[in-house]
């Protein structure tokens, strides 16, 4: 093994054991204990990952297609610093929204945006999803408006198995397409109005007159 192998090495395994502690500091109880195994594994797992070729990243096309005025919007935030690691993260995630939601990324249920979080451009979205490190975070959309977002900072525990990866972002993004289009109460209330309603122009049948017995 030559000097700048060794080097790379090195480099490598003190990125990702500083990684390791970037997730633990940035996530809540709930969300470490949830990755806890995972994130035991990680700093171990990456040197011998990239080593092998595991975590090569595929070709990004399409990284900012036009977001949706109604449906979920799959955000990945990145940072001035392009690891292997968080390119993998990226390319997999692009690649279940292509794969798996190829018909509504074409009627525009489904968008995909690419966003550098470090950029000052984009501190209001860094201060309000809390993102400190590079990570996907869904958003729903409701006419244009945002309605409900969700930070998967899972998918650093998971990168390194594509097949629970590509479950887990599958599972998250249909999650909240359940809920895109749901009648809030206003308008719930408005179909019950209109459903119950008289309709004034409605004609009534009157009674014939019966003669009256002699």
């Known amino acids: 093994m030559d000097l700048k192998t060794s ?13 390791v502690v970037l997730i633990a500091r940035s996530l809540d109880n709930q969300a470490i204990r949830s990755i806890e195994p995972q994130l035991a594994r990680i700093a171990d797992q990456l040197e ?6 595991v975590l090569t990243a595929a070709p990004i096309t399409g990284s900012n297609a036009v977001e949706t005025e109604n449906g979920v919007v799959v955000n990945y935030f990145f940072s001035n610093t392009r690891c292997a690691t968080c390119r993998a993260i990226e ?10 939601f190829a ?13 550098n979080y470090e950029d000052d451009n984009h501190s209001q979205l860094r201060e309000q999803f809390q993102i400190v490190m590079p990570v996907v975070v869904l958003t729903r959309v409701q006419n244009g408006e945002l309605a409900e977002w969700k930070r998967l900072d899972q998918v ?12 887990f972002i599958e599972q998250e993004i249909n999650g909240l397409l ?16 209109s459903n119950t309603a008289t309709d004034d122009s409605t004609e009534v049948d009157t009674p014939v007159d019966l003669p009256l017995p002699e």
């Open 91 to 100: 390319s997999q995630t692009l690649e279940v929204v292509q794969s798996e």
């Open 48 to 53: 011998t990952l990239n080593s092998a070729g």
């Open 156 to 167: 650093w525990g998971l990168v390194s198995d594509r097949a629970a990866f590509s479950t």
């Open 7 to 19: 080097l790379s090495i090195a480099l490598l395994s003190f990125f990702s054991a500083t990684i």
């Open 178 to 193: 359940d809920a895109v289009n749901v009648p809030d109460v206003a308008d719930e209330e408005s179909v019950l109005r």
């Open 103 to 115: 018909a509504e990324l074409k009627d525009g249920t489904v968008g995909w945006k690419t966003l």
